[in-house]
């Protein structure tokens, strides 16, 4: 019987997925930007339980920056969106924070659910999950090209508070050529799981960034010619709500190193 095409590649796919997520393990720290592509991406914020329900209703009010993916029961470390794998240790690099500050990153995170046993880990999309998708669409995905972490900012835009969380919206850019920008809010509308559409397109100073090519997470990317700054609503937004509210402990992913799961990104195409 002839093999499927499709089911190898996708069976591809997935297999590079659990190896980069070994390598991490190991010990190995990069961006996940083009990594495993064609395999959906998620950020990760893990909270005491006593936390866990603001941050679950500061979600559902602001689904643009936090699209949840998937809830992990308090003390647990395993998700349905990738069987067998450990978010204490299979993500590139974490961030601690206490006291809303940022205490430290560190390549494993098992101490830390041993430190805090009720921890209520969220998985949330991640614009990594279109970027494939763009790239098939001939769209230039700019950091990938450089091999770089993608440019991400702080704005003026407040989410919607929810309990004792508030915060401000953090978005990721992409320059885009001018033309094109229609086809990029297109295909990454058809994502709405991982942030879907952009939230704007053009002057950063509307979006309070006084220097696009200074952000606050990431590293700069070059803006060409004829291009234009897109910016999407990030999966770094909680983390602000961290910073912002004070929150006690919390652990979440470093910005740009991502949780690579085994579902394939057209899981998520709408």
């Known amino acids: ?19 980069a997520r070994a390598q ?5 720290i990069q961006p996940t930007a083009g990594v495993a592509p064609g395999m959906t991406q998620a950020n990760m914020i893990a909270l005491p339980r006593d936390w866990a329900w603001d941050f679950l209703l500061y979600a559902q009010r602001n689904p643009k920056p936090c699209p949840v993916l998937d809830v992990i029961e308090a003390g647990a470390h395993e998700t349905v969106l990738a069987p067998g794998a450990d978010v204490r240790t299979d ?8 006291g809303g500050k940022l205490a430290e990153e560190v390549a ?30 001939g769209i230039e995905v700019r950091h990938i090209t450089q091999g770089c972490n993608v440019p ?37 509308g058809r994502f709405p799981a ?6 704007h397109v053009g002057d950063p100073a509307l979006l309070g960034i006084a220097d696009v090519t200074r952000p606050d997470f990431g590293d700069p990317v070059r803006i060409e010619p004829g291009e234009l700054p897109v ?7 909680p983390q602000a709500a961290v910073m912002a509210s004070g929150v006690p402990f919390a652990v979440t992913h470093a910005p740009g190193h991502m949780f690579i799961t085994d579902v394939p990104d057209s899981s998520y195409h709408v």
């Open 194 to 199: 991982v942030h879907g559409a952009p939230v």
């Open 24 to 28: 991490y393990r190991a010990g190995a």
């Open 152 to 188: 991400m900012y702080r704005t003026n835009r407040q989410c919607r508070p929810a309990g004792r969380l508030h915060g401000e919206l953090v978005v990721s850019m992409r320059p885009i050529p001018a033309h094109r920008v229609a086809d990029a809010v297109m295909v990454s």
């Open 1 to 19: 019987m002839q093999a499927n095409p499709l089911k190898q590649a996708q069976a591809a796919a997935v297999e590079a997925a659990r190896r």
């Open 91 to 98: 993500i590139p690099l974490y961030r601690v924070w206490r």
């Open 231 to 237: 910016f999407w609503a990030c999966g770094v937004t």
């Open 108 to 137: 494993d995170a098992k101490a830390l659910w041993a430190e805090h046993p009720d921890l209520v880990t969220f998985l949330i999309g991640c614009s990594f999950t279109f970027e494939t998708p763009l790239q098939e669409a």
